[in-house]
């Protein structure tokens, strides 16, 4: 119970209340999202619906029915060995705007993530979560909201590349978002020079992709001379030349990519580093129970005071426990951005307060884990347990 109470800290679990249905006393329908929950007792893949309630008029009963049709056809997608030119029969990426009119059924578990089909993400998701129904979602913070509102039992995002660093729009999400980190998955990412079919490397003036998938291959783009042109994601960029039959343009994506959008693969493996690994993290909205039985690693952020001496005094909790850190991450604490001098730092103004993201190898149900979590509460100023997770110790 020490653990489980320790996981839960400064989070604020969603309520299992009743679905509940606000009416007005005038008789005129008012709209509102409507969440059935499932007993706490709840078993992995049981339908849960979000819709909204609105107008009882037939035209409005008409378009969310063609919503949630529509929606239905999306999670279908197309079959894993099915590639297509006709990139309109592919599933399209949830937006922000489509997450309150959502309709989904089925049994299967639904596992968010950034892109669209053919993605990194999307492998990954495929990777953790074995025969799920993945479901594009349009940016990072979709993904959360999709978890957060039940349209999705699970999200797989990326945290950290190993040649590009962090991902620190995901760090930011984390704290923003009430969502556990349930497990990890590691990814090889593995770069191919994708085409329209019948076009060679010399008709190439161009290559599309992610920022970071262009700078993994600098070496190999700057050898073909290609300019360099920056897109939302490797898969959308392999979309994009396929569904406006770019025949001077080329884009960097995986070779699922190339399957799904009926492309040559030009080149393999064109990254300038053999050992490009992209760590995900998977998100629920409850957390696990951590074991002994296996590695665990545990993901916390706090705060501290300003002082001298003061995050030493914050990362000695763990080492006075034999506890070793893997990963310390500060990101910009925003509501405490003040222009005021004060006098612990001479008069100098003040702009800057921090957050740190810290992963170390333990878990929540170690005894040493949570005194060194109680040790830390003694001068943080704000403490939250992310997730206390299994290690992924494989690589594919």
Request: glycine share 6%.
């Amino acid at each position: 119970m020490a653990a489980a109470s320790l996981i839960r800290c400064a989070t604020n679990p969603l309520s299992r209340s009743a679905v509940h249905r606000p009416s007005r006393s005038d008789g005129q329908s008012k709209t509102s999202v409507t969440f059935r929950v499932p007993h706490k007792r709840r078993r992995l893949g049981i339908s849960v619906l979000a819709s909204l309630n609105g107008a009882d008029d037939s035209d409005e009963k008409n378009k969310r029915n063609s919503r949630a049709l529509e929606l239905r056809k999306i999670l279908e997608g197309l079959s894993p060995d099915g590639g297509s030119n006709d990139t309109n029969m592919l599933p399209r990426p949830l937006s922000l705007t489509q997450l309150s009119s959502s309709v989904l059924d089925g049994s299967r578990i639904r596992v968010a993530y950034q892109g669209v089909r053919g993605a990194f993400s999307e492998c990954a998701a495929e990777k953790a979560y074995p025969n799920c129904k993945a479901v594009p979602c349009e940016d990072f913070d979709t993904a959360f909201q999709a978890v957060e509102r039940w349209i999705v039992d699970r999200a797989v995002l990326p945290i950290e590349n190993s040649l590009g660093g962090s991902i620190h729009r995901n760090y930011d999400l984390l704290l923003r978002h009430n969502l556990h980190i349930v497990g990890e998955v590691s990814y090889a990412v593995r770069h191919c020079l994708l085409a329209i079919r019948g076009v060679k490397i010399t008709d190439l003036k161009r290559v599309l992709s992610h920022p970071q998938a262009l700078a993994q291959c600098e070496n190999t783009l700057t050898r073909l001379g290609l300019v360099r042109v920056a897109a939302d994601d490797t898969a959308g960029a392999a979309q994009h030349i396929a569904s406006h039959n770019l025949r001077d343009a080329g884009a960097v994506a995986s070779s699922t990519a190339a399957m799904i959008y009926g492309l040559d693969i030009l080149a393999q493996d064109i990254q300038d580093e053999c050992d490009n690994v992209t760590r995900f993290l998977m998100l629920a909205r409850e957390p696990i129970i951590p074991g002994v039985d296996r590695p665990f690693k545990t993901s916390i952020v706090f705060s501290l005071e300003e002082g001298p001496g003061v995050l030493f005094k914050a990362l000695a909790v763990f080492a006075l426990r034999q506890i070793n850190l893997i990963k310390i991450e500060s990101r910009p604490l925003r509501e405490k951005l003040v222009g005021a001098s004060d006098e612990n730092n001479n008069g100098s103004p003040k702009y800057f307060a921090y957050l740190f993201y810290v992963d170390f190898e333990a878990s929540m149900a170690d005894e040493n884990a949570q005194n060194a979590l109680r040790h830390l509460k003694e001068f943080a100023t704000f403490l939250r347990v992310l997730g206390s997770y299994p290690v992924d110790t494989s690589i594919i």
